[in-house]
Structure formats: structure tokens, C-alpha cells
């Protein structure tokens, strides 16, 4: 019931799995080359930047575990359907 307001109230607008994670991979990507720049000029680099990278890698994991979290919370919503079609 609650899904068929959401599904009204945002009608047309979808996220696809594909879409996160590929956001998530450029994302790491991005971070990744930002690191590879700090540490080839790690006798220039100021404190900033590696308050920028440090908060930058901590956005990354949480978006990680946000998706672990998600893909956990679907496979739990599909072996409880599967556990109900079981049971009738």
C-alpha cells in the first residue's frame, strides 16, 4: 500500500541499480586519482588537501555501504516473497 502512494507520488522517476553503482565506480575513480595526485606531490600538498581527500574517501565509503545495505535489504525482501509463496 505504502509503495503505491510512493510510486504515485514520484511517478516516472526511477533509479536504476546499474545507474548507483556506476555513479559509485566514477566516484571512486575521481578519489582514487585524487590520492594519486596528493601522493606524488606529498612535500606540496597542503593540509587542506588531505582534509579533502580524507573527507572525500569517507563519502565514498558511505555511499558503499549505503548500497551493501540496499542490495541487503532487497535479498531480504525477496527470500521473505519466496518464504511466502512457500507457505500458501
Known amino acids: 500500500m505504502a509503495f503505491q ?3 504515485g ?3 516516472g522517476q526511477w533509479i ?3 545507474t548507483i553503482v556506476h555513479g559509485y565506480n566514477m566516484m571512486q575513480t575521481k578519489v582514487l586519482s585524487q590520492v594519486n595526485k596528493v601522493a606524488s606531490l606529498v612535500s ?3 593540509p587542506g588537501a588531505f582534509l ?4 572525500s574517501m569517507g563519502q565514498v565509503t ?3 555501504d549505503s548500497i551493501s545495505n ?3 535489504l532487497v535479498q531480504g ?3 521473505m516473497a519466496v518464504r511466502n509463496q512457500k507457505a500458501q
Not at 52 to 55: A, D, E, K, R
Open 5 to 7: 502512494s510512493l510510486a
Open 9 to 11: 507520488k514520484y511517478s
Open 16 to 18: 536504476e541499480f546499474g
Open 44 to 46: 606540496k600538498a597542503s
Open 52 to 55: 579533502l581527500l580524507q573527507f
Open 62 to 64: 558511505q555511499i558503499g
Open 70 to 72: 540496499l542490495i541487503s
Open 77 to 79: 525482501m525477496m527470500n
